[in-house]
């Protein structure tokens, strides 16, 4: 699996059950950072999410910086073959989360 080689951080929590949609939810020791990947009806990961305590906003604000183009205020996009992603970070009152998706040709913008 590839969560185990590439985030060893991290481990599957299957402490709560999702009837509704078809995830994968891992956390860390420490529950500060929660990762949720959904998937569609045929197994294909449509996202994933990232969700931080404020600790690492710094951290995390700067790894995206490094690692993918930025767009616009906590918007960065990266290609993989022929398809782009947007990488979206969004702040809220306890938490934030940064948001992996493949564009739509319809909302690309840049």
């Keep these: ?49 990232t969700i931080y305590d404020y600790m690492y906003l710094r951290q995390v604000e700067r790894e995206l910086n490094q690692k993918y183009t930025k767009t616009g205020s906590g918007i960065w996009y990266f290609y993989s073959g022929n398809n782009r992603y947007l990488v979206t970070l969004k702040k809220e009152k306890w938490y934030f989360s940064v948001l992996v998706n493949k564009e739509d040709k ?3 913008s840049t």
């Design 106 to 108: 319809q909302q690309k």
């Design 1 to 49: 699996m590839i969560m185990s080689t590439e985030r060893k951080d991290v481990h599957i929590d299957q402490s709560s059950k999702n009837t509704v949609y078809n995830l994968l939810k891992y956390i860390d020791a420490l529950n500060t950072q929660t990762i949720l990947f959904v998937f569609n009806d045929t197994d294909t990961c449509i996202f994933y999410k």
